[in-house]
T-cell receptor, first 119, second 113 residues
Framework: GAVVSQHPSWVICKSGTSVKIECRSLDFQATTMFWYRQFPKQSLMLMAT?????????EQGVEKDKFLINHASLTLSTLTVTSAHPEDSSFYIC???????????????FGDGTRLSIL | AQSVAQPEDQVNVAEGNPLTVKCTYSVSGNPYLFWYVQYPNRGLQFLLKYITGDNLVKGSYGFEAEFNKSQTSFHLKKPSALVSDSALYFCAVRDAGNYQLIWGAGTKLIIKP
């Protein structure tokens, strides 16, 4: 149980394009989802925390207008990279907390990530 | 401020030998510690956690970790390494104020046949 699906797994697009990445919890309700960015050979950088039905909380230095996050249901959060440029190329990973695990010490459940390449 | 340190960028171990991946932490209050593994082009998989109780925690795939409060360490161990254990390993500590995770830089584990 506790499967998180992330789509697409790989996307290549031209500079200026907006790209939407989906994160779905397949067999549980996720009140909270996290969006991370990972550069090659580096650790995860938390971009934002997405709470169902409310605005996402962005980490310092992350542009809200650049990285639009929507968490419209308990099983789906989306990250849209607007007007993407080559410097936005990265590996984006989402994770989710089950409703009953919120505020507890249960592990987050991760998607398989999305490799974004902007030409 | 809470932090996690993984002092080794890479660890090389021969197959069949024991392995250790080091992690030290700095927290205010009780530490909630986690180990995750990442295979190439994949998300992270949870291995094990320490919340309270026994200092030796057993997790997935034969891994275990030892919590040492005096040394503020939470090293990941496995008695006999497999080639398939080769991956990137992350140590993390939960932020005391919320349920976000503070991540170490990661350690690349290479198991040679």
């Amino acid at each position: 149980g506790a499967v998180v699906s992330q789509h697409p797994s790989w996307v290549i697009c031209k500079s200026g394009t907006s790209v939407k990445i989906e994160c779905r919890s397949l067999d549980f309700q996720a009140t909270t989802m996290f969006w991370y960015r990972q550069f090659p050979k580096q650790s995860l950088m938390l971009m934002a925390t997405s709470n169902e039905g409310s605005k996402a909380t962005y980490e310092q230095g992350v542009e809200k207008d650049k990285f639009l996050i929507n968490h419209a249901s308990l099983t789906l959060s989306t990250l849209t990279v607007t007007s993407a440029h080559p410097e936005d190329s990265s590996f984006y990973i989402c994770s989710a907390h089950r409703r009953q695990d919120a505020y507890s010490n249960q592990p987050q459940h991760f998607g398989d990530g999305t490799r974004l390449s902007i030409l | 401020a809470q932090s996690v340190a993984q002092p080794e960028d890479q660890v090389n171990v021969a197959e069949g030998n024991p392995l250790t991946v080091k992690c030290t932490y700095s927290v205010s209050g009780n530490p909630y510690l986690f180990w995750y593994v990442q295979y190439p082009n994949r998300g992270l998989q949870f291995l094990l956690k320490y919340i309270t109780g026994d200092n030796l925690v057993k997790g997935s795939y034969g891994f275990e970790a030892e919590f040492n409060k005096s040394q503020t360490s939470f090293h990941l161990k496995k008695p006999s390494a497999l080639v398939s254990d080769s991956a990137l390993y992350f140590c993390a500590v939960r932020d005391a104020g919320n349920y976000q995770l503070i991540w170490g830089a990661g350690t690349k584990l290479i198991i040679k046949p």
